[in-house]
């Protein structure tokens, strides 16, 4: 079945540190993959996404590359701050009869340390 | 502002209490989520409704009971609930096609039951 794994937490970094957490999924058919961050306190947001394979999402300096060959999605960033402390969810989704079935990863909790 | 609006954003009850969670989107969506996010477990996909019909129920209790009246209003009515159902409810909107199935989530209701 499809499936998400993403690199267990929490990251701890400081300031300015560089972020990698690792994103590699299953899916039987041509997934769109997502990122989404919770700030705490607060729900889900879409971070970023991409909807094919080598389709490169980014947003507030977060990047992602969908990489087909390699089944991998992988969250990076160089440069972090204190207010990207939060929990990060990758995440696949596949049409199906209802509409969208989306399957989340267990989430990778992120502290950066002033 | 999310487009998604979750009330009420906290609720305690006791067990044999009768109570519901109510959300509301505005984007135009037609298909509707609700998932249940407890500590140190994935995000669990509880329902969905795509154009106001149920579409998939997880095997989720009786005593959580979904109403999609119309496609920008769900309710989650709750009875006889435990204490291991003490969580954060999400819902989300999407459409029914398109955006490669990105989820618009509210901001929560926590429910802690006693």
């Known amino acids: 079945g499809d499936s998400v794994t993403q690199m267990e937490g929490p990251v701890t970094l400081s300031e300015e540190a560089c972020l990698t957490i690792?994103?590699?999924?299953?899916?039987?058919?041509?997934?769109?993959l997502f990122w989404y961050v919770q700030y705490p306190g607060e729900g889900l947001q879409l971070l970023l996404k991409a909807t094919k394979a080598d389709d490169k999402g980014s947003n507030k300096g977060f990047e992602a590359t969908y990489r087909k060959e390699t089944t991998s999605f992988h969250l990076e960033k160089g440069s972090v701050q204190v207010s990207d402390s939060a929990v990060y969810f990758c995440a696949l989704s596949v049409p199906n009869t209802g509409g969208f079935k989306t399957i989340f990863g267990a989430g990778t909790r992120l502290f950066v340390k002033a | 502002e999310t487009g998604v609006t979750q009330t009420p954003r906290h609720l305690v009850m006791g067990m044999t209490n009768k109570k519901s969670l109510k959300c509301e989107q505005h984007?135009?969506?037609?298909?509707m989520y609700w998932y249940k996010q407890s500590a140190k477990k994935p995000l669990e996909l509880m329902f969905v409704y795509s154009l106001e019909e149920r579409v998939e129920n997880n095997s989720v209790p009786s005593r959580f009971s979904p109403e999609c009246p119309n496609s920008s209003h769900l309710f989650l009515h709750l009875h006889t609930l435990q204490p291991e159902d003490s969580a954060l409810y999400l819902c989300?909107?999407?459409?029914?096609?398109?955006?490669?199935?990105?989820?618009?989530f509210g901001e929560g209701s926590r429910l802690t039951v006693l």
């Open positions: 989300a909107s999407s459409p029914h096609r398109g955006r490669g199935g990105e989820l618009f």
């Open positions: 690792n994103c590699t999924y299953t899916a039987t058919g041509y997934p769109s």
């Open positions: 984007l135009g969506h037609n298909a």
